[in-house]
């Protein structure tokens, strides 16, 4: 079966860190691309960062770059999402998506959300920054 389960939320000072993890089980972890994306109450799904297993391409949007950082250890199945300098506005549930990479990958047009395939979702883990 394919999953992905996602770890390390928390509640966290503003300026604080998190690093959340995303293990993926089931599949070919190199044939797959991982993204991040957040849910925050009254508002529409983002995607937050998103990276290939395959070369390893990345894509954060604006509002992250910079704080947030995404890496892949193909060893271990695993993608991170170091979270720095967290924001009140980074409230939200995070989760995980697993899509088999096509041939033409574009880690920006899968976070966008039109770029999911058939994406297989972790749980969610909830991350509250105060002010």
């Known amino acids: 079966e394919v999953q992905v389960v996602e770890s390390g939320g928390g509640l966290v000072q503003a300026g604080g860190s998190l690093r959340l993890s995303c293990v993926a089980s089931g599949f070919t972890f190199d044939d797959y691309a991982i993204g991040w994306f957040r849910q925050a109450p009254g508002k529409e799904r983002e995607g937050v960062s998103c990276?290939?297993?395959?070369?390893?391409?990345?894509y954060y949007r604006d509002s992250v770059k910079g704080r947030f950082i995404i890496s892949s250890d193909n060893a271990k199945n695993t993608v991170y999402l170091q979270m720095n300098s967290l924001k009140p506005e980074d409230t939200a549930v995070y989760y995980c998506?697993?899509?088999?990479?096509?041939?033409?990958?574009?880690?920006?047009?899968?976070?966008?959300?039109?770029?999911?395939?058939?994406?297989?979702w972790g749980q969610g883990t909830q991350v509250t920054v105060s002010s």
């Open positions: 990276v290939s297993n395959s070369d390893g391409s990345t």
């Open positions: 998506a697993a899509d088999r990479l096509v041939q033409d990958f574009n880690p920006g047009y899968y976070c966008s959300g039109y770029g999911l395939g058939n994406p297989t």
